[in-house]
DNA sequence: AAAATAATATGATAAAAATCATTTTGGGCT
DNA sequence: AGCCCAAAATGATTTTTATCATATTATTTT
């Protein structure tokens, strides 16, 4: 469904959203233990997501990197496209060149619907509904 | 969404349901080319589900590959599972361990029904179910 | 200004997926 | 029986994805 590098990203945007904050940021190898992913590699995700200011960062001693508000509002599928490319989700189900909604191919006949539905669930929540879920109790961790 | 493979596959196993029958087999090269899928690769994939029971196959003269009446009434998920393997559509989004219908991570919880929607009409739809929707002309190829 | 710290940039290695090529086996034909 | 055809089996290569390691740059603290 989604590349090992989208579900890293995702993870360590959630974590970051419950545990930091424009005065509590966190350091990559304090992120990477929790979630249980490379170091390494969560951090060159990481970079990217900054880049694209999906999450901030400072560096030097007291830095690290932490969600504002402005990132918190970010919605899901943001990740997902920078990470995985934005088409990954969207094109045809077999590849086709010339399959689209008018003439759809069979697949995208039978599941078409229930593609449009997990796209607009991506577009509609944002990285804090995410945090919240969790908050309240209704989806759970650990990462 | 899907392995290049298991598009591949599908693709292969439509076109077979269209062009083949117990009395018309139909030679690798002969279905590879109008798949757009190299020959070696989909000999390869057709294999693995001649010996899974969802395409037939007879070797020497005169001999290729066709789908019976049983294969034709397989159901689709059944090609994804052989290909991709079973898990590959069901397992967490964010490949947490604990992870489940109880205690749904943060993903699951928002887009679980739509991909619980996705098995169904994959459980659900048979190959010739595809293979006729083309037929009345409510999906369209070309592969 | 220098030293220490932590992200950033770059690139090397490893593993998996996709692609390609060769040999072997079984079934029909003469 | 021997020959030919086409799938089956095996495995080599290439490309992509995932993982790891090192050097660089910006910031803070002393």
Same mark, same amino acid.
């Given at each position: 469904m989604f590349s090992n590098s989208s579900k890293y990203a995702i993870k360590a945007v959630l974590y970051l959203s419950l545990h930091s904050s424009e005065s509590r940021k966190v350091m990559v190898k304090d992120i990477s233990n929790p979630i249980n992913v490379p170091q390494a590699y969560i951090a060159k995700l990481l970079q990217e997501l900054v880049k694209e200011g999906v999450v901030s960062s400072t560096r030097g001693p007291k830095g690290g990197f932490f969600m504002n508000e402005h990132n918190n509002n970010e919605k899901v599928i943001r990740i997902l496209d920078i990470i995985d490319g934005e088409k990954k989700l969207t094109n045809c189900m077999l590849s086709?060149?010339? +399959?689209?909604?008018?003439?759809? +191919?069979p697949l995208h006949a039978i599941l078409g619907p229930s593609r449009q539905n997990i796209l607009k669930v991506l577009n509609e929540n944002s990285i804090v509904d995410l945090a919240l879920s969790v908050r309240k109790g209704t989806a759970f961790l650990p990462l």
């Open positions: 086709l060149e010339s +399959c689209n909604e008018d003439k759809p +191919c």
